[in-house]
T-cell receptor, first 111, second 115 residues
């Protein structure tokens, strides 16, 4: 079993719709969680950190469920520019610096 | 300010050759990470530097891979006797300190192709 698992997609979504995807992680000792965004042939960039209480940044909402060991990302009122691969990232259990990356979920927003 | 830079952007080499990949982190960032990303996969951790020392090289796949950061800034990833399976994008990231709570800022990567 992979340490961080994501549905690879692609998710094909019409512009303006709401889309959500989840990520599961295997190590209950993980303490820090992130969503990164990666455009085609570009480097990953931090989208948002994920806090225990859940957090929102504009159209983006992230949730953490420690009991079930999953993280979610919700995008409201999707834009064409949201098309990208979204990478779920957690710290390696027991490490305060090493990150484990999911393979990413590809999102395609259609006009 | 300037972001993380990596050179070369692309490198094509033949099986068995030696290559060096360079990373210039954001000024003042003490933490530096090397990752390898294959198509359709997330970045795979290779090595982490805190300052000049390699704090964790557990991700290096074998002894053909080596990395240095002699002055605590620029880092070089060195691959000896390259194999076709080494083909990937090699990403470098830096951060203010070596904490998983801190954002990692990535360079554009070096696309290595081993023929």
């Amino acid at each position: 079993r992979k340490e961080v698992e994501q549905d690879p997609g692609p998710f094909n979504v019409p512009e303006g719709a709401t889309v959500a995807f989840n990520c599961t992680y295997s190590n209950s000792a993980s303490q820090s969680f992130f969503w990164y965004r990666q455009d085609c042939r570009k480097e990953p960039k931090l989208l948002m950190s994920v806090y225990s209480s859940g957090n929102e940044d504009g159209r983006f909402t992230a949730q953490l469920n420690r009991a079930s060991q999953y993280i979610s990302l919700l995008i409201r009122d999707s834009k064409l520019s949201d098309s990208a691969t979204y990478l779920c990232v957690v710290n390696k259990g027991g490490s305060n610096y090493q990150l484990i990356w999911g393979a990413g979920t590809k999102l395609i927003i259609k006009p | 300010g300037a972001g993380v830079s990596q050179t070369p952007s692309n490198k094509v080499t033949e099986k068995g050759k030696y290559v060096e990949l360079r990373c210039d982190p954001i000024s003042g960032h003490t933490a530096l990470y090397w990752y390898r990303q294959s198509l359709g996969q997330g970045p795979e951790f290779l090595i982490y530097f805190q300052g000049t020392g390699a704090a964790d090289d557990s991700g290096l796949p074998n002894d053909r891979f080596f990395a240095v950061r002699p002055e605590g800034s620029v880092s070089t990833l060195k691959i000896q006797r390259t194999e076709r399976g080494d083909s990937a994008v090699y990403l470098c990231a830096s951060g203010r300190q070596g904490s998983s709570y801190n954002e990692q800022f990535f360079g554009p990567g070096t696309r290595l192709t081993v023929l």
